[in-house]
């Protein structure tokens, strides 16, 4: 729980399934105090249309829950199911309050919580509309509850106008603010961490990878690679063609590995760096191969010059070394693939 919490601060993913889990919990609060309302006073219409707003509930949750925990992050499905979510919320609301004692309704205080999670990805505005969609709904309710409009009820429906207006309104503030911040902070963070160049890791955050990879126990092989006479290339086409080499090649590398399965980073002038999660000797191989393979058949042009390149590795699984003696182990494997004629992968001997 606390870990999810800490995360909620960095990932939109992190807070949405902290709300799934708030619906799950209130659809389980909304049944008890439905039931302990229809015990004092039982109305047929009510118990059916509550059974129909639950099985809907069920349903969609379900359904929303599969979505987020099963497509990719940026999908148009997890946006849709995600994003869509304060739309359901405010519909069930809008059903359950009336169901559930209506303005006096213990349940009231969702629209807030629901205010704030659009406030999430809408920001001001955001929490505006919704503030005044709950105003809304709420105005509706009020109104065909009460018999007779006095002074008193109207300081309460006054004072619930003010309050959900304020929500909607500090609370987009609040959150558009932290929403700055937080970009600004991480537009900071991907710059210290990733190759001008290249865009892939630098080297900076591949020992960070490392090194806490290796400290959690996670279960890795690491990949050195480096392009084959580079300095030919700058010589003969110019350091202009060479960076333009290196970018189209951190290209290849970052479109072959898999982003939950591996990271890419430049490891320092033409060489690479790959580490690759949880996966067989064979795998491994494949996507080695493949990169080596897509490497060697692009085609690179300067001044109506068409050339290639071709890239050595040198492969290896941690066995409990300390990240020097690993990168010294991969390094050194790669420089045997040199050695052995270039354009090859070799890994370390098992056993």
């Given at each position: 729980?606390?870990?999810?919490?800490?995360?909620?601060?960095?990932?939109?993913?992190?807070l949405?399934?902290?709300?799934?889990?708030?619906?799950?919990?209130?659809?389980?609060?909304?049944?008890?105090?439905?039931?302990?309302?229809?015990?004092?006073?039982?109305?047929?219409?009510?118990?059916?249309?509550?059974?129909?707003?639950?099985?809907?509930?069920?349903?969609?949750?379900?359904?929303?829950?599969?979505?987020?925990?099963?497509?990719?992050?940026g999908?148009?499905?997890?946006?849709?199911m995600?994003?869509?979510?304060?739309?359901?919320?405010?519909?069930?609301?809008?059903?359950?309050?009336?169901?559930?004692?209506?303005?006096?309704?213990?349940?009231?205080p969702?629209?807030?919580?629901?205010?704030?999670?659009?406030?999430?990805?809408?920001?001001?505005?955001?929490?505006?509309?919704?503030?005044?969609?709950?105003?809304?709904?709420?105005?509706?309710?009020?109104?065909?509850?009460?018999?007779?409009?006095?002074?008193d009820?109207?300081?309460?429906?006054?004072?619930?106008?003010?309050?959900?207006?304020?929500v909607?309104?500090?609370?987009?503030?609040?959150?558009?603010?932290?929403?700055?911040?937080?970009?600004?902070?991480?537009?900071?963070?991907?710059?210290?961490?990733?190759d001008?160049?290249?865009?892939?890791?630098?080297?900076?955050?591949?020992?960070?990878?490392?090194?806490?990879?290796?400290?959690?126990?996670?279960?890795?092989?690491?990949?050195?690679?480096?392009?084959?006479?580079?300095?030919?290339?700058?010589?003969?086409?110019?350091?202009?063609?060479?960076?333009?080499?290196?970018?189209?090649?951190?290209?290849?590398?970052?479109?072959?590995?898999?982003?939950?399965?591996?990271?890419?980073?430049?490891?320092?002038?033409?060489?690479?760096?790959?580490?690759?999660?949880?996966?067989?000797?064979?795998?491994?191989?494949?996507?080695?191969?493949?990169?080596?393979?897509?490497?060697?058949?692009?085609?690179?042009?300067?001044?109506?010059?068409?050339?290639?390149?071709?890239?050595?590795?040198?492969?290896?699984r941690?066995?409990?070394?300390?990240?020097?003696?690993?990168?010294?182990?991969?390094?050194?494997?790669?420089?045997?693939?040199?050695?052995?004629?270039?354009?090859?992968?070799?890994?370390?001997?098992?056993?």
């Amino acid at each position: 729980m606390r870990s999810l919490l800490e995360g909620a601060y960095k990932s939109d993913h992190a807070l949405e399934v902290i709300f799934s889990s708030l619906r799950w919990f209130f659809l389980v609060l909304s049944i008890v105090v439905f039931f302990v309302q229809y015990s004092a006073n039982p109305i047929p219409l009510k118990l059916v249309l509550f059974i129909s707003l639950v099985v809907f509930g069920v349903i969609y949750m379900g359904v929303s829950d599969y979505y987020l925990y099963k497509s990719p992050e940026g999908s148009k499905v997890y946006s849709l199911m995600t994003k869509g979510g304060p739309l359901f919320d405010f519909i069930a609301f809008s059903a359950l309050v009336p169901l559930t004692g209506g303005t006096e309704s213990p349940l009231f205080p969702l629209a807030y919580l629901i205010i704030l999670h659009v406030t999430v990805y809408w920001r001001f505005t955001g929490g505006i509309i919704a503030a005044f969609l709950f105003i809304l709904a709420y105005s509706i309710t009020f109104f065909m509850q009460v018999s007779e409009v006095s002074l008193d009820s109207l300081i309460i429906y006054f004072s619930q106008f003010f309050f959900l207006l304020l929500v909607g309104g500090l609370g987009g503030i609040i959150v558009s603010r932290e929403r700055k911040h937080h970009s600004e902070k991480n537009l900071l963070v991907e710059a210290a961490s990733r190759d001008y160049l290249t865009n892939l890791l630098n080297h900076r955050s591949f020992q960070e990878n490392l090194r806490n990879d290796l400290e959690k126990g996670v279960d890795f092989h690491l990949a050195l690679t480096d392009i084959d006479k580079f300095k030919l290339i700058n010589d003969q086409f110019g350091h202009v063609m060479g960076d333009k080499v290196l970018r189209e090649i951190g290209s290849i590398i970052a479109s072959i590995i898999p982003g939950r399965q591996g990271k890419a980073f430049r490891y320092g002038g033409e060489e690479f760096a790959i580490i690759l999660y949880d996966i067989d000797q064979e795998a491994v191989d494949k996507l080695l191969v493949s990169i080596k393979q897509a490497v060697s058949s692009h085609i690179f042009t300067c001044e109506g010059n068409a050339f290639s390149v071709t890239m050595s590795f040198g492969s290896c699984r941690h066995s409990g070394e300390s990240p020097g003696q690993l990168v010294k182990k991969a390094d050194k494997l790669l420089y045997e693939a040199k050695d052995k004629g270039r354009n090859q992968i070799v890994y370390a001997s098992v056993g």
